[in-house]
T-cell receptor, first 113, second 113 residues
Framework: GENVEQHPSTLSVQEGDSAVIKCTYSDSASNYFPWYKQELGKGPQLIID???NVGEKKDQRIAVTLNKTAKHFSLHITETQPEDSAVYFC????????????WGAGTKLIIKP | EAQVTQNPRYLITVTGKKLTVTCSQN?????MSWYRQDPGLGLRQIYY???????DKGDVPEGYKVSRKEKRNFPLILESPSPNQTSLYFC????????????FGSGTRLTVV
């Protein structure tokens, strides 16, 4: 079955710098890759997603890139701000009516002032 | 407001005392799921339900039960809790089909002593 590995487990960056979190997946049939952000004391929330027919997607300071050949995808956050501090989860799935997300283990992002 | 509501937020109980964590969503979502979150292990799926009266095991179903008698409710039942079930639990829902994001509840912190 599908397996998703996420790195690093903790990432500390200076405010204003960029942050990159990487995930690799094992099932070449996976075609949907969402990213969730979990703030302290809250449940995860979808921030961006990408399908396998697209190589990159942007939403303001957040972007996700996908390399299908290498089976990895990454979350890029530019001009980081204190409110970006959170745990970020990647996931992968084969998109159909019964799709189940396979989750990465999470990355704790710390923004240093 | 569209939301997933879990109760209670915090619970301390003793080994063997049956408990139920409730989950309710007001978005008419077909799909609902329970996860547990433990440090370093990310989100692990316990049970999920594709619709009323349709439930299936996730990755870590041992020691848990669920029911889906109504579309909006998906309670998690621990018949005989044990200390290894101490964890942070999340309920989530999404519409059937398509690349739709999951909506998570705020979590239930369970401690079994």
């Amino acid at each position: 079955g599908e397996n998703v590995e996420q790195h690093p487990s903790t990432l500390s960056v200076q405010e204003g710098d960029s942050a990159v979190i990487k995930c690799t997946y094992s099932d070449s049939a996976s075609n949907y890759f969402p990213w969730y952000k979990q703030e302290l004391g809250k449940g995860p929330q979808l921030i961006i997603d990408i399908r396998s027919n697209v190589g990159e997607k942007k939403d303001q300071r957040i972007a996700v890139t996908l390399n299908k050949t290498a089976k990895h995808f990454s979350l890029h956050i530019t001009e980081t701000q204190p409110e970006d501090s959170a745990v970020y989860f990647c996931a992968a799935s084969i998109l159909d009516s019964n799709y189940q997300l396979i989750w990465g283990a999470g990355t704790k992002l710390i923004i240093k002032p | 407001e569209a939301q997933v509501t879990q109760n209670p937020r915090y619970l301390i109980t003793v080994t063997g005392k049956k408990l139920t964590v409730t989950c309710s969503q007001n978005m008419n979502h077909e799909y609902m799921s329970w996860y547990r979150q433990d440090p370093g292990l990310g989100l692990r799926q316990i049970y999920y339900s594709m619709n009323v009266e349709v439930t299936d095991k996730g990755d870590v179903p041992e020691g848990y039960k669920v029911s889906r008698k109504e579309k909006r409710n998906f309670p998690l039942i621990l018949e005989s809790p044990s200390p290894n079930q101490t964890s942070l639990y999340f309920c989530a829902s999404r519409p059937a089909g398509g690349a739709r994001g999951y909506t998570f509840g705020s979590g239930t912190r369970l401690t079994v002593v």
